[in-house]
């Protein structure tokens, strides 16, 4: 197609997304540089029941007004907000940086700052999720595309369901199967002969419960891309392969999976951009005090009994980049193909 | 058999209404609100108005659409209704009006002590009190030859005492989740050290300090009697280890008092040896361990002088003294005048009369809460100690605050 009359074709598609994609980030963005006015602070006479009255302090409302007229956006912080502890924390790097004298030292510190200790957890489920994503949903395609015609519809079905089931009921079906008096859970105990052994009291096995999880949600969806991929493979390639005489792995191996590569790097373009913004998991199973992501930060932010508007912006303006930065190999990738294809 | 409940009360209550005081309002109301028993009573009595349409949104939920639900003009809601430290979002952003002249022209049947009165004006009406206080089973601790514990310390000791003679293996029940439920076990232990959150008149953060220390180390002792899953159990999980009868001592909220052994499924001996106590003391102190809240209601300022006017009459009269019946009565301690206290508020009467310290109704409180149920996990799990612990709280506090204007 030539690149006028993609245009043109593209031109709705373009307009939609930037009402509904572009405007909105740069609204994001615009909260993310501002925070609430300086408080006005008074002191004030309170009286509840049971307590009678105390002098607590309060925020002076007509002082408060009068700046928020004034200035309908808040105060202009710049990058301040990006760069406090709850985020890149920069101050406490340097000085991390600056007195830490073994490595140790250091990681133990980074670790403790919220922000490095969620991208831990965030990188390590993304880059063990996302291969064994790839490489159980080929195991499936391949299983089920084996079966006789009359079983395939129901094990297509079967394999679906977890993709079917809500994130969040899918976590807490599990969270509730590997509590200490669950199925999984009590299991352990046995099989460990400790009646103290909890899952959810250590950080590393709640970890991996947690890409259990993720792995098991996101299966199907491979398996069904690659289920439709192999439907397309040329029959003439395979018999010519069996013909000489390649075995089922070296077949696998050098007709279907190139077949099915660009099947590959869409899933794992997915893949990655969902697993980076993991959350249902980390509240259904309750685990924040193991696992964090930055998704739940914003979720945490928002949720709080006071809400922190700007911190929540800054948290999303770091996950769309982080999802750049993680998706820039295979957009790279994408437009050598696409100059190659001209 | 709760919904049977809530629809037995809805129903019992429109035929007291119905028996007694008409209730004629002329705008709309519409009320946004927790859901718990209590609360549900007060929606069903306000819908009982006739004359316009009552809407409420009892929600688990609702801090989470309060704020928004009461901003612009109009506003969705009329009403909020909320508690000691969810006051202080909608005073924060300006969205509910005093109701001095309200109460002066309807508020005949409210008594002076359930109005919330803040530098001089009443911003809301509190109709129930709730504070936590120790529940126990009092077969275990006559089968283990220990006293009622008054002070955590022998809480601690009674505890050993149950697991030594092999009669529980994790004694000791806490809604311990990270979260608002760890940070608020932090904050009545801290308080009963004599601790106190903030530099006095500052929104300087104060929690790293001896009072902090010895509340970290005795949460952490306690928890040692606990289930080990304890950083994911909240009130309802605790509960249902009570009522498994895996749990013998527990500090836990005076609302869920009268349904602790009502729920279905609850085992005989726990129903039988179930039994309330006055909040404990801790480290010597005469100040107990806990805090005491008030559950009100509120008006919106986005809203026209009618629709103030009918919210205020529906809600009077979803708290007016005929509504406490058999049904109502034991939901809640209510501040309502003439209400007598049933067995199960016992614990919440005992913790008011201990002069029981109030939930803060700080602005910057609900920062500080955030912080330390962010941060406190990684001491009970052993991963630093508990001046680190209550250093990072410290330093989340101030990100947090510097960010909403409360700090420099």
């Known amino acids: 197609m030539r690149h006028k009359t993609f245009l043109w074709f593209f031109l709705p598609t373009g307009l939609a997304m930037l009402l509904f994609i572009a405007l909105p980030i740069v609204s994001v963005v615009i909260q993310s540089i501002f925070a609430p006015h300086e408080a006005v602070l008074i002191e004030v006479e309170n009286c509840t029941p049971l307590v009678g009255c105390t002098t607590d302090t309060s925020i002076d409302q007509e002082a408060t007004r009068e700046l928020r007229e004034a200035k309908p956006l808040g105060r202009f912080v710049g990058l301040d907000i990006y760069l406090d502890r709850g985020h890149l924390a920069i101050t406490e790097l340097k000085e991390n940086w600056a007195t830490s004298e073994t490595w140790g030292g250091f990681w133990d510190r980074l670790f403790n700052l919220p922000l490095y200790r969620a991208l831990a957890f965030t990188l390590t489920f993304t880059f063990v999720v996302t291969p064994l994503t790839l490489v159980l949903g080929l195991v499936i395609a391949l299983a089920v595309n084996s079966l006789h015609r009359h079983l395939k519809g129901l094990m297509i079905f079967f394999s679906l369901l977890p993709m079917i089931v809500t994130p969040l009921i899918g976590s807490m079906i599990l969270f509730w199967m590997i509590d200490s008096r669950g199925i999984i859970g009590s299991a352990l105990i046995g099989l460990a002969g400790d009646p103290d052994f909890s899952l959810k009291a250590s950080t590393g096995l709640m970890w991996v419960a947690l890409m259990v999880y993720g792995l098991w949600h996101?299966?199907?969806?491979?398996?069904?891309?690659?289920?439709?991929?192999?439907?397309?493979?040329?029959?003439?390639?395979?018999?010519?392969?069996?013909?000489?005489?390649?075995?089922?792995?070296?077949?696998?191996?050098?007709?279907?999976?190139?077949?099915?590569?660009?099947?590959?790097t869409f899933v794992a373009l997915i893949q990655l951009m969902?697993?980076?913004?993991?959350?249902?998991?980390?509240?259904?199973?309750?685990?924040?005090?193991?696992?964090?992501?930055?998704?739940?930060f914003i979720f945490n932010d928002l949720g709080g009994e006071t809400r922190q508007l700007s911190s929540a912006s800054a948290t999303s303006v770091i996950t769309i980049i982080g999802v750049a930065i993680l998706l820039s190999p295979v957009l790279v990738r994408t437009w050598r193909d696409f100059k190659g294809a001209r | 058999m709760f919904l049977k409940k809530v629809a037995l009360v809805s129903a019992m209550a429109l035929m007291g209404g119905q028996a007694f005081a008409a209730c004629e309002i002329s705008a709309r109301v519409n009320i946004v609100g927790n859901e718990f028993a209590a609360i549900q009573a007060v929606g069903a009595g306000a819908q009982e108005c006739t004359g316009a349409e009552v809407n409420t949104n009892l929600t688990a939920n609702h801090n989470e659409i309060n704020l928004e639900g009461m901003s612009g003009n109009p506003s969705e809601y009329t009403s909020a209704i909320v508690a000691n430290s969810s006051i202080v979002k909608l005073m924060n952003d300006d969205v509910i009006r005093p109701l001095d002249d309200l109460v002066a022209k309807h508020g005949g049947g409210l008594t002076k002590g359930q109005l919330i009165t803040i530098d001089g004006k009443v911003m809301a009406v509190a109709f129930m009190a709730n504070a936590q206080h120790l529940m126990y089973r009092k077969d275990i601790l006559e089968q283990a030859g220990v006293d009622v514990p008054t002070t955590y310390e022998e809480m601690l000791d009674a505890a050993k005492s149950i697991r030594e003679q092999g009669i529980l293996e994790n004694p000791v029940g806490g809604a311990y989740a990270a979260g608002w439920n760890l940070g608020q076990e932090f904050n009545n232990i801290f308080l009963g050290y004599g601790g106190s959150f903030f530099k006095p008149g500052t929104a300087e953060p104060n929690v790293n300090t001896e009072a902090g220390v010895n509340a970290l180390n005795l949460m952490k002792a306690l928890t040692e009697y606990m289930n080990p899953d304890f950083l994911t159990h909240d009130s309802n999980a605790t509960n249902a280890e009570y009522r498994a009868g895996n749990v013998a001592l527990l500090n836990m909220w005076g609302s869920r008092a009268s349904q602790q052994i009502t729920t279905e499924g609850v085992l005989e001996e726990v129903v039988n040896g179930h039994a309330i106590a006055a909040p404990m003391t801790v480290g010597g102190g005469t100040t107990p361990a806990s805090t005491l809240w008030w559950d009100g209601w509120t008006v919106g300022k986005g809203i026209s002088d009618e629709e103030a006017e009918a919210t205020f009459v529906a809600l009077t009269h979803g708290i007016r003294p005929e509504m406490l019946n058999e049904e109502t009565s034991p939901l809640a301690v209510w501040l309502i005048d003439g209400y007598q206290p049933t067995e199960a508020s016992q614990g919440v009467f005992a913790a008011a009369q201990m002069s029981t310290p109030p939930y803060p109704m700080l602005p910057f409180m609900g920062l500080m809460h955030s912080a330390?149920?962010?941060?406190?996990?990684?001491?009970?799990?052993?991963k630093e100690s508990a001046e680190q612990a209550l250093a990072d709280v410290e330093a989340a506090y101030i990100a947090a605050a510097k960010e909403k204007g409360f700090l420099e």
Do not use: C
């Open chain 1, 218 to 264: 996101a299966a199907p969806f491979a398996f069904v891309v690659f289920y439709a991929g192999l439907q397309t493979l040329p029959t003439d390639q395979l018999e010519a392969a069996q013909i000489d005489g390649a075995t089922r792995w070296q077949q696998v191996k050098y007709v279907i999976v190139p077949h099915l590569m660009p099947l590959v």
């Open chain 2, 372 to 382: 330390l149920g962010n941060e406190l996990a990684d001491f009970l799990q052993g």
């Open chain 1, 274 to 296: 969902d697993n980076f913004k993991v959350f249902e998991p980390i509240v259904g199973f309750s685990a924040s005090a193991h696992a964090t992501s930055l998704s739940w």
